[in-house]
């Protein structure tokens, strides 16, 4: 299994670029550039009635970095409606390395003790590269991604890059926008981190704050510890 330097992985997403394999069995990788990228704009979230009373009611309880290890093994499992997967060894290693170091993230939603779905991703400046999204019970996945939205517009972050676009993911609001176009809003996230991007501090000017809807929850704003509730309200204010 070839081994990928984390700075090499944070330099390429810098220039929008990233790492996929072949299958999960895989030794190497390949970096992808799409000439058209999904993003899912902060401000553009489609909360339907039914998703709005699913968060609200805690169907799920929802965390955020809790069980990273088991997220990115999730995401990376086959299952009837994806038999194959693009995160082989070497992609899972390197994102558990940038998770130690503080740059990947997960969101889990838990049926009891039990993972039942979410997503991880990496977070540069005010981006967030979300890499795999997965359910093992109805509207996880839906959920997990509406828990991220909200966290990033209170964390300042103002991309959220979903690389390839899907049916699912246009029906929560996600648009496909041309390579240059893309290009612009990733130099604007970025900016103000340097000429070493990929070195970047994790907090400071240029940066985006994971963790400030945790903060939040210590305010008026919202409950503390924060609940489904005040995802939905935060998500109605411009959903």
């Known amino acids: 299994m070839d081994r990928l330097d984390p700075q090499i992985v944070l330099g390429a997403y810098a220039v929008g670029v990233f790492p996929m394999a072949d299958a999960r069995e895989a030794d190497g990788v390949y970096w992808v550039e799409p000439r058209r990228r999904a993003i899912l704009p902060l401000d553009g979230f489609r909360l339907s009635r039914s998703l709005r009373k699913t968060i609200a009611a805690d169907r799920f309880r929802v965390t955020a970095d809790r069980a990273f290890p088991a997220m990115i093994r999730l995401c990376a499992e086959s299952a009837a409606d994806r038999p194959e997967t693009w995160i082989n060894g070497s992609i899972e290693q390197v994102f558990l390395d940038l998770h130690r170091g ?136 411009t959903s």
């Open 102 to 237: 503080g740059r990947a993230h997960s969101i889990e939603c838990w049926d009891g003790d039990t993972l039942v779905g979410g997503l991880y991703g990496l977070a540069l400046g005010r981006a967030f590269f979300g890499e795999s999204m997965v359910s093992r019970a109805t509207d996880a996945s839906k959920v997990a991604l509406a828990w991220l939205v909200a966290r990033l517009r209170v964390g300042g972050f103002t991309l959220l890059d979903c690389q390839f676009q899907t049916p699912h993911l246009a029906s929560l609001g996600a648009v496909e926008i041309p390579r240059a176009r893309y290009v612009a809003l990733l130099g604007e996230a970025l900016s103000g981190l340097g000429v070493s991007t990929a070195f970047a501090a994790l907090d400071g000017a240029g940066v985006g704050d994971f963790r400030a809807l945790e903060r939040l929850g210590a305010t008026d704003s919202v409950s503390s510890p924060v609940v489904g509730k005040d995802i939905v309200q935060l998500l109605a204010q």
